[in-house]
């Protein structure tokens, strides 16, 4: 059975084509800014200046099947019917014909149309209002209509193109029209450039046809395999929603790199509406004589990836600065005729750019501060784990990816308190065992108050407000709890880094307005349960940098101290100015 093929045909190319437009499909609805889009671009691309040889605006693809002479229109109706009314408008002199199976009428209105509006049928007012937009569009350009219309006519026909995919492989057409209206398998780059690969005419002997289709097919299912795990994704790419095909983030990023080194006079301009760029740069590119050259290409880019994914300091410098923003395309010309030995103190030296401030003097309270803070603290984290040279722990970039961060104050910074009676519940159910645990005895009475708060606020039968005197008497008792823990250097390091750990903010919800025994808790249970806590949040809370930990219940100005010179000794290594 014949495979699916794909081309780039300009309009010219399909006058004479007869489309059948199948009974699945619903009626035309274009609206009048979606034809207004399309004029737009198509004039905008006719007039640039310095257009290069061979330079076409293309549309999205329109997938069709061979129905006994004429072609079952799968996808792409609306942009088709679209450059129907647009090539009657412009009087052209050939014109494809349109043949719809359930609405017979709508064929012969086209072939009929005025700038009256007929609303006698929902398709006959879209198609009308269609018509008077593109008559009132160009009606806009009254001063040089007819040398406008002729430009238009000509860049439509001649240097317009649709990507044309062609199903021949038996499929079903309604199965392939509803997946693809369901988003489970739109017509990617992806998609779209494996059809070109696999093509039949890429080499010249027939036996060695079905052999290369099943190594490429072969190989591109094990690069596809391997994207699809989230650690080596995530370890390349930002926190984005993944493609459903993985690949395609090495084809784009493949045709960026064609269409940078071609030849001025074969490049192609890429625009924000261009969805089929990188595939666009692969038909026009790619030869199929030399289609195994093409193949290898791809491979080794893949291969460059997975060098560095199982390079453990590769995995983390390269890691770290996608994660704070460097792009991949980047790094991977940084790394272009380098030892790895270059190449690492070459990132190296990114990195110490990219933590380029004084960060002594970096404040929690300052907002554009905030994301400085974040960038060290999660290089502490990455570091920390990249420094046991006898470890084969990796940092979980796709872990961290997948949640929002932010930044929690290890001793807990002055606040109002929570606010409604299940945040109130939480809160001094949590500090009432934090406080027998710590001294049950001195915080007796404290104890007792908080007792007692617990009992009016599970006898409210709603979540309704707190009256005034039961919400007095519960910030009374968090006032005087966060007293109780106030440190004697009052709050002069409250909002630097060393008392700041990274947290997701899930985690930093539970967190909130807590002492440092209850945050050390919710930490653990939530690790217990499988969140994903970062090592040095995590060794910050069990006292690990502290010399000295017979104040278990308290994050005291000496664990500061200590968190501070740990953090000095990983970070030493890319700060341009070490910290004294």
Not at 60 to 82: F, M, N, Y
Not at 468 to 487: G, P, R, V, W, Y
Request: charge should be neutral.
């Amino acid at each position: 059975m014949a495979e699916n093929s794909i081309e780039l045909k300009p309009i010219n190319d399909l006058l004479d084509s007869k489309f059948f437009i199948p009974s699945y499909q619903r009626g035309y609805r274009w609206t009048e800014q979606q034809v207004t889009d399309l004029l737009d671009d198509i004039w905008e691309f006719s007039q640039k200046t310095g257009k290069k040889d061979k330079e076409f605006y293309c549309l999205q693809p329109i997938v069709v099947k061979d129905r006994e002479g004429k072609w079952e229109l799968i996808d792409g109706q609306q942009r088709l019917t679209t450059i129907y009314i647009i090539l009657s408008y412009l009087n052209a002199d050939e014109i494809f014909d349109i043949e719809f199976e359930t609405r017979a009428k709508s064929r012969d209105f086209l072939s009929k149309l005025s700038l009256k509006i007929d609303d006698t049928n929902i398709d006959f007012y879209h198609i009308s209002r269609a018509f008077e937009t593109i008559s009132n569009w160009f009606n806009l350009k009254k001063a040089t209509y007819k040398f406008i219309k002729n430009k238009f006519s000509t860049t439509l026909l001649e240097t317009t193109q649709v990507i044309w995919y062609q199903v021949n492989d038996g499929s079903n057409a309604i199965d392939i029209f509803t997946r693809i209206n369901m988003g489970k398998i739109p017509l990617t780059n992806a998609e779209l450039i494996k059809a070109l690969f696999l093509r039949s005419d890429n080499w010249a002997k027939a036996d060695a046809i079905q052999l290369k289709q099943l190594q490429i097919a072969k190989e591109w299912d094990d690069i596809e395999y391997a994207l699809q795990k989230d650690q080596f994704w995530y370890f390349l790419n930002p926190s984005d929603t993944p493609p459903p095909t993985r690949i395609e983030f090495i084809f784009d990023l493949m045709a960026l790199d064609i269409n940078k080194k071609a030849k001025t006079t074969d490049k192609v301009e890429r625009k924000h509406k261009n969805d089929y760029f990188s595939f666009w740069v692969f038909s026009k590119y790619f030869s199929p004589d030399k289609i195994s050259k093409h193949w290898k290409e791809v491979k080794d880019y893949f291969m460059i990836f997975e060098e560095w994914f199982n390079d453990r300091n590769l995995y983390h410098q390269i890691g770290y600065l996608i994660a704070v923003g460097e792009k991949i395309s980047e790094l991977k010309n940084l790394a272009v005729h380098k030892t790895k030995t270059q190449f690492r103190q070459d990132l190296a030296e990114l990195i110490k750019s990219k933590v380029n401030y004084d960060w002594d003097a970096l404040k929690y309270s300052d907002n554009g501060q905030k994301y400085q803070l974040k960038q060290l603290l999660l290089l502490f984290n990455v570091q920390t784990i990249l420094k046991h040279n006898n470890s084969m722990s990796y940092f979980p970039f796709d872990f961290y990816k997948k949640q929002n961060w932010s930044l929690e104050h290890i001793h807990a910074q002055n606040s109002e308190g929570p606010t409604d009676k299940s945040q109130w519940l939480e809160w001094l159910k949590a500090h009432q065992n934090s406080l027998k645990r710590i001294n049950e005895k001195e915080h007796e009475r404290l104890i007792e108050r908080m007792c007692e708060a617990i009992t009016m606020l599970e006898s409210l039968k709603s979540e309704k407000e707190l009256d005034a005197t039961l919400e007095s008497k519960c910030k009374q008792i968090f006032e005087d709890t966060m007293n109780l823990f106030k440190t004697k250097d009052a709050d002069e390091d409250m909002h630097l880094i060393q008392n700041l750990a990274l947290l997701d903010t899930k985690s930093n919800s539970a967190f909130n307005n807590s002492i440092f025994d209850v945050k050390r808790n919710i930490m653990i249970d939530r690790e217990k349960k499988g969140s994903f806590i970062p090592i040095c949040t995590r060794n910050v809370f069990l006292k690990y940098y502290s010399k000295s930990a017979s104040q278990l219940y308290f994050w005291t100005v000496e664990d500061r101290t200590d968190y501070l010179n740990e953090l000095k000794k990983v970070l030493r290594i890319y700060l341009p100015n070490p910290i004294k």
